[in-house]
Each structure stands twice: as structure tokens, then as C-alpha cells.
Nanobody, 125 residues
Framework: QVQLVESGGGLVQPGGSLRLSCAASGLTFSIYAMGWFRQAPGKEREFVAAISRLGGTTTYKNSVKGRFITSRDNAKNTVYLQMNSLKPEDTAVYYC??????????????????WGQGTQVTVSS
């Protein structure tokens, strides 16, 4: 069975940093593009970042460009989201997702085949 398990969330002050990890199992990790999404209370799930199968291409939501960096280590079946200069508006449950489709990673949640359980990120003073 496929499992994606996020970790690294928590409470951080505005301007602080967190690194999220997503460990994958039960799939051939290197053939999946990986995405990060987030969902705040009462809001729809939104795209945050994505990375191609070999890590050569990344895509970001405009509001996180220059602050967030996604990377992957295919030998460890793990994708990361480094979040810097965090803002209260970044508060959400963050999910990783795996996309089997050929081509660049997309921003649409329904493109992705597998999802993790999410990890809470709270940015507050």
C-alpha cells in the first residue's frame, strides 16, 4: 500500500522557519512528481509547491516564491519543503501528494494520485 507521511509541522513565530518532510513508501518514488498543498480552516485546498521526478524543475505559488524551497532525495524516498520568513497567512494543514502523470508537475489537486495525512503549521506571535 502507498503511504505518504508528512512531518515537521508545528508552531512558529512570524519570520521563523520550518522544514517539512514527506516520506513515501509503497510506490516507485522516482517516477512521481511531488506536490505540496495546504488547507486553512474554512478554505479550499490550494497549491503551494511542486517538484519534478528528478528534482530538476520546481513550481511555486506566487505568494511563497523566494520564501519556500522544495527539494527531494530519491534515494531516501523523501520530499522536503523548506519554509522561511513565515507569515500568519501560511497557517494551514500542509499535505504532500504524488503525481504519476507524465509531464511537468501541475497545480491542480485532482491531478495527484496519492496524499499524505497532513501536518499542521501554525504561524503566530
Amino acid at each position: 500500500q502507498v503511504q505518504l507521511v508528512e512531518s515537521g509541522g508545528g508552531l512558529v513565530q512570524p519570520g521563523g522557519s520550518l522544514r517539512l518532510s514527506c516520506a513515501a513508501s509503497g510506490l516507485t518514488f522516482s517516477i512521481y512528481a511531488m506536490g505540496w498543498f495546504r488547507q486553512a480552516p474554512g478554505k479550499e485546498r490550494e497549491f503551494v509547491a511542486a517538484i519534478s521526478r528528478l528534482g530538476g524543475t520546481t513550481t511555486y505559488k506566487n505568494s511563497v516564491k523566494g520564501r519556500f524551497i522544495t527539494s527531494r532525495d530519491n534515494a531516501k524516498n523523501t520530499v522536503y519543503l523548506q519554509m522561511n520568513s513565515l507569515k500568519p497567512e501560511d497557517t494551514a494543514v500542509y499535505y504532500c501528494a504524488a503525481d504519476r502523470n507524465v509531464g511537468p508537475p501541475t497545480i491542480a489537486p485532482n491531478t495527484y494520485d496519492y496524499w499524505g495525512q497532513g501536518t499542521q503549521v501554525t504561524v503566530s506571535s
